[in-house]
């Protein structure tokens, strides 16, 4: 969704509706993001209510009157719903699809065929990286998780020397790449071209996933040295279906978006005329709302179909797909009413104040941003928008490729060191049977390094384009 769509729902985008000084605006965040924190780790509160609650506060502590303060929450709610709301939708049925057919056992099964002794670490990154292109991080794990645990029993490999590898890749397509709910909000927010922030992030994502998965798990595994909990075992998806699609179409389908997407940024780079018929249908199919609705109807007859599944499975998939979306979607929705919070009180325009005057880079800036809140909030995404909403006023002078670098930096910040705030660490944790100071030294870890290398690769990049 373009910026057009945020400046039609914004109550006020421009003019702050406050005109508090920086050390109040501080610590109103400080204040707003405090509340946040507090609501979801000591009271448990949802995090649609926690960052709700929040934004409120934050308008409060700035000295908004309380009118202005819910304009802006709810304006910055739906234009973000209204700008990722339907992707959110469309990966979670391609997702389900892959899942329901078969479609992503019939990748795992392919590739482990063919993968053995050394290369299975290998394998077990190409295998998450796949099959977490359309699918949330948690989704990605129930899925991957008895992949994970009978390839380290069978093969007797060590369960952190097949899992990290397997996490690392989920883990990187969560933070770094769209269509992924975090950057596609962050693209929206800083108003960064799609396709070359999808281009940028595979590059970053490629040597990042390699350190922190197949390099990184050798040392996990002396750590932690741990055989797979029989008890978690479950059962797969295609054990219950007659026929399941073929490894090359199930894969074509999975890139289809990808591809449309990156072909979309190509033709804007090798044509750059808007007027042409060329660049008009590339802008249109390349678009993430027809790429992605175009794999999902593909999705019905190369997975769908080709499972076996009537028209009625079809439709009891799809309508399965969506209910537990519901959640995400409204963490999303609110954590866009919070960036739209900070935004209207002027938090963007003190931290382009403090960058101007600390001589901070402003990816290094923003990566910091988001390493903060995640480790605050917990939740990659929430870190993701909140960021992204305060450091989206130094975009406005960067040019196309340095606005994907911002996106960028945020996702890898929004990864630092996944802790005790985090569901992703107590779903590790349980699938692996780990107790609390394992799981600090194989995800935490990992997560560490995956924010800490992509980081630096995305300052590296500033540096050369």
Same mark, same amino acid.
């Given at each position: 969704?373009?910026?057009?769509?945020?400046?039609?729902?914004?109550?006020?985008?421009?003019?702050?509706?406050?005109?508090?000084?920086?050390?109040?605006?501080?610590?109103?965040?400080?204040?707003?993001?405090?509340?946040?924190?507090?609501?979801?780790?000591?009271?448990?509160?949802?995090?649609?209510?926690?960052?709700?609650?929040?934004?409120?506060?934050?308008?409060?502590?700035?000295?908004?009157?309380?009118?202005?303060?819910?304009?802006?929450?709810?304006?910055?709610?739906?234009?973000?719903?209204?700008?990722?709301?339907?992707?959110?939708?469309?990966?979670?049925?391609?997702?389900?699809?892959?899942?329901?057919?078969?479609?992503?056992?019939?990748?795992?099964?392919?590739?482990?065929?063919?993968?053995?002794?050394?290369?299975?670490?290998?394998?077990?990154?190409?295998?998450?990286?796949?099959?977490?292109? %359309?699918? =949330?991080?948690?989704?990605?794990?129930?899925? #991957?998780? +008895? @992949? !994970? $645990? /009978?390839? &380290? *029993?069978?093969?007797?490999?060590?369960?952190?020397?097949?899992?990290?590898?397997?996490?690392?890749?989920?883990?990187?397509?969560?933070?770094?790449?769209?269509?992924?709910?975090?950057?596609?909000?962050?693209?929206?927010?800083?108003?960064?071209?799609?396709?070359?922030?999808?281009?940028?992030?595979?590059?970053?994502?490629?040597?990042?996933?390699?350190?922190?998965?197949?390099?990184?798990?050798?040392?996990?595994?002396?750590?932690?040295?741990?055989?797979?909990?029989?008890?978690?075992?479950?059962?797969?998806?295609?054990?219950?279906?007659?026929?399941? %699609?073929? =490894?090359?179409?199930?894969?074509?389908?999975? #890139?289809? +978006? @990808? !591809? $449309? /997407?990156? &072909? *979309?940024?190509?033709?804007?780079?090798?044509?750059?005329?808007?007027?042409?018929?060329?660049?008009?249908?590339?802008?249109?199919?390349?678009?993430?709302?027809?790429?992605?609705?175009?794999?999902?109807?593909?999705?019905?007859?190369?997975?769908?179909?080709?499972?076996?599944?009537?028209?009625?499975?079809?439709?009891?998939?799809?309508?399965?797909?969506?209910?537990?979306?519901?959640?995400?979607?409204?963490?999303?929705?609110?954590?866009?009413?919070?960036?739209?919070?900070?935004?209207?009180?002027?938090?963007?325009?003190?931290?382009?104040?403090?960058?101007?005057?600390?001589?901070?880079?402003?990816?290094?800036?923003?990566?910091?941003?988001?390493?903060?809140?995640?480790?605050?909030?917990?939740?990659?995404?929430?870190?993701?928008?909140?960021?992204?909403?305060?450091?989206?006023?130094?975009?406005?002078?960067?040019?196309?490729?340095?606005?994907?670098?911002?996106?960028?930096?945020?996702?890898?910040?929004?990864?630092?060191?996944?802790?005790?705030?985090?569901?992703?660490?107590?779903?590790?944790?349980?699938?692996?049977?780990?107790?609390?100071?394992?799981?600090?030294?194989?995800?935490?870890?990992?997560?560490?390094?995956?924010?800490?290398?992509?980081?630096?690769?995305?300052?590296?990049?500033?540096?050369?384009?």
């Amino acid at each position: 969704m373009t910026s057009l769509s945020v400046e039609m729902l914004a109550a006020d985008p421009v003019e702050p509706i406050t005109s508090a000084g920086h050390a109040q605006l501080g610590i109103a965040v400080l204040a707003g993001i405090a509340v946040i924190v507090l609501l979801i780790t000591k009271f448990k509160l949802h995090a649609f209510l926690a960052l709700t609650v929040g934004s409120l506060a934050l308008g409060a502590f700035a000295g908004a009157p309380l009118d202005k303060a819910i304009a802006s929450f709810t304006a910055g709610l739906g234009s973000t719903v209204a700008g990722v709301g339907v992707l959110i939708a469309l990966g979670a049925i391609l997702g389900k699809l892959l899942a329901d057919s078969g479609g992503a056992d019939q990748i795992v099964d392919t590739i482990l065929a063919r993968a053995g002794g050394r290369a299975m670490p290998w394998a077990m990154v190409l295998i998450a990286s796949v099959i977490g292109l %359309p699918l =949330f991080f948690e989704v990605g794990i129930v899925l #991957l998780i +008895p @992949v !994970v $645990l /009978m390839v &380290a *029993k069978r093969g007797n490999y060590s369960l952190m020397r097949i899992g990290i590898p397997a996490l690392a890749g989920l883990s990187v397509m969560h933070g770094l790449i769209p269509p992924h709910p975090g950057p596609l909000v962050a693209i929206d927010a800083v108003e960064a071209n799609l396709g070359v922030t999808l281009a940028l992030g595979v590059l970053v994502a490629i040597p990042t996933v390699i350190i922190a998965g197949p390099l990184f798990s050798k040392y996990a595994a002396r750590w932690v040295d741990v055989s797979a909990p029989e008890k978690m075992i479950p059962q797969r998806p295609s054990e219950d279906l007659e026929k399941r %699609p073929g =490894f090359g179409v199930t894969v074509a389908t999975v #890139l289809l +978006p @990808v !591809v $449309l /997407m990156l &072909a *979309k940024a190509l033709v804007d780079i090798v044509v750059d005329d808007p007027g042409t018929t060329v660049q008009r249908v590339f802008d249109v199919i390349g678009s993430p709302l027809i790429a992605l609705l175009a794999a999902v109807i593909v999705g019905m007859f190369t997975l769908g179909r080709a499972a076996g599944f009537t028209k009625e499975r079809l439709s009891t998939t799809v309508e399965k797909s969506l209910a537990p979306i519901a959640g995400v979607l409204m963490i999303v929705g609110a954590g866009g009413g919070f960036k739209q919070t900070l935004i209207d009180v002027g938090v963007g325009q003190m931290i382009l104040d403090f960058s101007e005057d600390w001589s901070i880079p402003a990816l290094l800036l923003a990566w910091l941003i988001a390493v903060a809140i995640r480790l605050a909030t917990g939740s990659a995404t929430v870190a993701t928008i909140s960021a992204a909403g305060l450091v989206a006023p130094l975009a406005a002078d960067m040019s196309t490729s340095h606005t994907a670098l911002l996106v960028l930096a945020i996702g890898a910040g929004s990864l630092f060191f996944s802790h005790v705030n985090d569901a992703g660490f107590w779903l590790v944790k349980e699938y692996f049977g780990l107790d609390v100071g394992q799981t600090i030294k194989t995800w935490s870890v990992m997560e560490t390094i995956i924010s800490v290398v992509a980081g630096g690769l995305v300052l590296l990049l500033s540096l050369i384009i």
